[in-house]
């Protein structure tokens, strides 16, 4: 998408990958001693050997200080740290950990709709019972506890609830959630004994005036011990996102708080069957959660890409909302952070019953599917999918449709990302303005 | 271990993770058009973008030609090339798509014992039954077709087996399986309907005189269209063993063989839920397939590591079998291949008293061992464990006891690597060696 890799974190790959280039006068002294701590931790000195299935100590201990510095001091536990390949590998197996049971005592997860659907491809994978809470569009997608309660309650009557999904910034929807919000969600996890899975690897996209990211584990901890000592809560981070971007090294940790020491066993054990993370995700990892310092020679680079990356993300983000909103069937709410917007698309009856004829027919099988091609070629899709399928022939742009992340029954959206550059974007969005037009006036 | 990475990688890892490199004159040319040419197949031509879930097409062409040059002409479809975490990933998400069913149709899949532990593990954690055949240790560790016959027949009493692991070259008993041998396996599968999976991750790892590896899908596809037509096969690779060692990038791929279409459909989402391997590992594995040619200026160097590195390997893998041999009450097969030796261990009957008391006694639970403790210090350790305990405690020596990876009742081993340098592999043998003089006579 264009986005520039940060110059000293690709520095120390390099150097890691291939040492000889610790003699070259061309690389910083910073980058040089970072590759050097990272190769000392290493097997044989080696990004080439396997680390511990948990990853390497020291790279543990550095994302416990970032935490810490992070979360304004709170204690973390380089033990309760876990280097995962990515996210979505940490999520899986933490699901993993806690589904079991048959019938009514399956274990049930709770998450958000709309969502990201590795969440619910893990479930299925795993057999759990996928318990869904709806965000809340019309304010601004945020989470109300009492959806939460009236998923929690329905659920309760074919399954058993164990666990809660957040992800914040949100993904698809853009949304930060409030420090109120949090605590709401946490008091609620406590009187509902769910263990929270706080996927927090848009931690550093947040755009709008007045939001701030808050992590559940500082919110958790300036809760009390009431909280803090009770509440089980594994959060995940990755350096797929925010302003590194580096999704194909698939680095990435957890942490885990009020684990069950036994269950802690469990879960070595599990990560163990995957040998280790990938080695040089690790370096990046470590990397990121110990970038250069002001003192270093790579300080000023390190902070000027950082932070023009972020700005052209909070100037799209906002381009993005402001441009849609200009389109008479779209609403779009603000983009506060992660790298998406999820607008809301009104569609014409006519444009919906040409997607939904086809789909209504399969069951026919393949003799009405002919005939479906022969009269009218109308398409047995979602009528989001038909819109974006529509939006793809016509202008060549891959947009995906809310009905993959779920939405409310009746309502239609789109995810769009906000990567590409400022001046592709705006094309990309003059476009769709247009094509939304077009598209109503022919389905009118 | 010491084992050197092979330069020419390495080069090309550093060039791809920093491309500011490729104006760098210190590197050969060969090194930069391959790290170009990876760099032109990755999204934004970054390693840092995400690749399609099955792995960047122009590595499965590279994979593809490698397989057909490896197989002396026999085809092969980029198409039916998977690229992995390392060969776990792909071995674990194989057995995910086999495994299915309840109670007497509960996919069974038969894994040799002695085995490596990932097969016992992702069993236990699908859910899945495990077949165990035997190998023949009297017969150098070779797979006898009877055995195989007998584990079925027994097994298909409470389950439905559905596929049959190899492993070959071995691990942990490092025996080269034989053409005739490999044909009679798959005469086997076609006749019982089994899915072939064949570990090969040592292929290059193959030192006795009069073996050789053969690939199973070349002998498959040798034996004609009745069985290269019919049999399903996945067989995987990876960049972590032979000449490279690169265990830490977690680079590997599977290739599948009659796979039906539809299976394949669903195998490509299941993959899709890890987004993508490491891409790191991707452009390793594509120097591993495709590495200097005799016209370019890193071969001779390539030539002289990789030779030096299998020569090496080859003399240790005798050398321990020799010195091994040589104690009374230590009997070592050949180390024909991969990187281990198996040895078997006389251990007098007071050592395996000592070691089950304590497990005997567990059941009377927490009194029972303090008990033990307090009056002899027993250990409740299998036999083997317990020697390799002790082993550790006297001599810092850690070898993996035989019940780790599945042994004939009443038959002892440990698993010891080749890996260390031939001066330290030295020493450690003449220190087991002495340990197991010392051992017998104290038991005895």
Not at 118 to 126: P, T, V, W
Not at 139 to 149: A, G, P, Q, V
């Amino acid at each position: 998408m264009g986005q520039k890799p940060i110059t000293f974190f690709r520095q120390v790959l390099a150097l890691c990958s291939y040492p000889d280039l610790l003699e070259d006068s061309k690389f910083p002294e910073d980058a040089k001693s970072r590759a050097r701590r990272i190769l000392q931790a290493c097997g044989g000195g080696s990004l080439g050997a396997y680390s511990t299935s948990q990853g390497i100590e020291i790279i543990r201990q550095d994302v416990a200080r970032y935490i810490e510095r992070r979360d304004g001091g709170i204690p973390c536990d380089p033990d309760n740290i876990y280097l995962s390949i990515g996210a979505s590998d940490a999520i899986v197996t933490m699901l993993k950990l806690l589904v079991s049971g048959e019938g009514m005592s399956r274990t049930g997860v709770m998450i958000s709709i709309p969502q990201y659907p590795l969440y619910s491809a893990a479930l299925a994978e795993l057999g759990a019972v996928q318990i869904s809470y709806y965000l809340e569009e019309d304010n601004c997608w945020s989470l109300d506890i009492n959806e939460l309660r009236r998923a929690l309650q329905e659920a309760k009557k074919h399954c058993s609830p164990r666990a809660l999904c957040i992800i914040n910034p949100g993904n698809p929807t853009g949304q930060v959630q409030s420090r109120q919000c949090i605590e709401d969600v946490i008091r609620f996890a406590a009187t509902e004994n769910l263990f929270l899975m706080s996927d927090e690897v848009y931690q550093d996209n947040v755009y709008a005036d007045g939001c701030k990211f808050h992590s559940f584990k500082k919110v958790l901890f300036e809760m009390g011990p009431e909280y803090s000592e009770k509440v089980e809560l594994a959060s995940f981070h990755s350096t797929s996102k925010c302003y590194m971007g580096e999704c194909g090294f698939r680095g990435g940790y957890m942490e885990v708080v009020n684990l069950d020491p036994e269950v802690k066993v469990q879960l070595t054990k599990l990560v163990s069957v995957r040998l280790c993370p990938p080695v040089p995700g690790q370096a990046l990892l470590d990397v990121v959660v110990n970038p250069p310092q002001p003192d270093e020679p790579s300080y000023d680079t390190f902070i000027k890409e950082r932070t023009e990356t972020l700005a052209t993300l909070a100037e799209k983000a906002n381009m993005t909302q402001e441009i849609l909103n200009q389109v008479p069937g779209i609403k779009c709410n603000p983009v506060q952070g992660a790298m998406y917007s999820f607008p809301r698309i009104h569609l014409p009856p006519k444009a919906i019953l040409e997607a939904k004829v086809e789909s209504a027919c399969t069951q026919f099988n393949l003799i009405s599917v002919l005939f479906m091609d022969i009269s009218k070629g109308e398409k047995g899709q979602s009528p989001d999918m038909f819109y974006c399928m529509k939006l793809l022939e016509e202008t060549g742009i891959c947009l995906v449709p809310g009905s993959g992340f779920g939405q409310r029954d009746g309502t239609y959206h789109f995810r769009m990302t906000i990567l590409p550059s400022k001046e592709k974007l705006k094309i990309v969005l003059a476009k769709i303005k247009e094509f939304h037009q077009h598209f109503t006036d022919q389905y009118s």
